[in-house]
């Protein structure tokens, strides 16, 4: 790729927001259940509404598959809604993820998520196929192919809190595009300091097909995630055809500013933000939503891997890879 990769696709990523014609839609509805019914009803509300028109081709549908821990994964009924509104438009959903812990069919049969998707002909497949994708801070993540030559991707993140990053959102759900154990070596190289990092993340935005999200936040984590947190009764799905602007709306609902949100204030300087107007809300707004309670980490924890770490993320991947 050349080296002015990351400035090319920038300004494909402006000129996709613009034919969307800025501001954004933000989308947010309350569903109080992961009910099957009222999933479906709010995801296909807050999709029509949000204003966004999925290709007719291949759209990359990326949950968060993070481990087998139901509460640290997008809910299969949110998934599986979704794809069957993408059909209902014309779309060819493909459901994929490169967890953190385990496999991505292993992770989701044991949430639930491919018996959510059998009724659809769907399967959930393994984001493989590693291409360099070069940052601004100097080095590259090995991205999956099958992201990068996607006609788009539809993000659902879980709403959780992050001990590294604060809050993970749609964004930041993008970072499991990049390959199996590339996600432990980017920790451990690109983890030096959060802003590069977080820079690496705004990166791999603007390198990826035009991403919307669609944000699972009916039951959001909180606490210590985005594994290990406590639940809590948010009640919200939301939806937007711009991910980042679906997650200013997020941040803004759960009382972040940009300068406490590593990752917004990565996509501030990487001109992003810049790219997006005030975002309309078509439906509910974000205060509208009650977010008393919900505890988001007050110190960060560090975000590289130590060695000793790094190598037990490497031996546990390979023992789940082999044996899953």
């Known amino acids: ?55 007719r081709g291949r759209v990359l549908v990326k949950p968060n598959l993070l481990r087998a821990v139901p509460l640290a994964c997008t809910h299969p009924a949110v998934t599986a809604a979704a794809c069957r509104w993408l059909m209902d438009c014309g779309a060819r959903p493909l459901v994929a993820d490169s967890p953190g812990f385990g496999t991505a069919r292993g992770v989701a049969a044991a949430i639930g998520l491919e018996d959510a998707l059998k009724p659809l002909g769907l399967k959930v497949h393994a984001l493989d196929g590693p291409v360099p994708v070069p940052l601004r801070g100097g080095g590259s993540w090995g991205v999956s192919r099958m992201a990068l030559e996607a006609e788009a991707i539809l993000s659902i993140p879980r709403v959780k809190a992050h001990t590294q990053v604060r809050v993970t959102l749609a964004v930041k759900n993008l970072f499991g595009c990049i390959c199996g154990l590339g996600k432990v070596m980017a920790h451990a190289r690109q983890g030096e300091t959060l802003t590069c990092f977080t820079d690496g993340v705004a990166d791999l935005l603007l390198a990826l097909p035009p991403a919307a999200g ?91 891997f130590r060695p000793r770490r790094l190598l037990w993320s490497v031996l546990r991947r390979c023992w789940r890879s082999w044996f899953s």
């Open 1 to 55: 790729m050349p080296a002015d990769f990351t400035m090319a696709a920038k300004c494909r990523y402006c000129a996709c927001m613009l034919e969307q014609s800025l501001p954004c839609a933000v989308a947010l509805t309350a569903c109080p259940s992961h009910d099957a019914t009222a999933v479906s009803r709010a995801v296909g509300q807050v999709l029509d509404a949000s204003r966004w028109t999925p290709p």
């Open 214 to 304: 669609l944000a699972d936040g009916v039951t959001a984590m909180h606490g210590t995630g985005p594994s290990g947190g406590q639940p809590f009764p948010l009640g919200c799905i939301g939806a937007s055809s711009s991910a980042a602007a679906l997650d200013v709306a997020l941040c803004r609902m759960l009382g972040l500013k940009p300068e406490t949100s590593p990752i917004w204030d990565a996509l501030c300087r990487a001109g992003v933000a810049q790219a997006l107007a005030e975002p309309t809300y078509p439906l509910r707004r974000p205060e509208e939503f009650s977010t008393e309670g919900f505890r988001l980490p007050a110190e960060l924890a560090e975000i590289s």
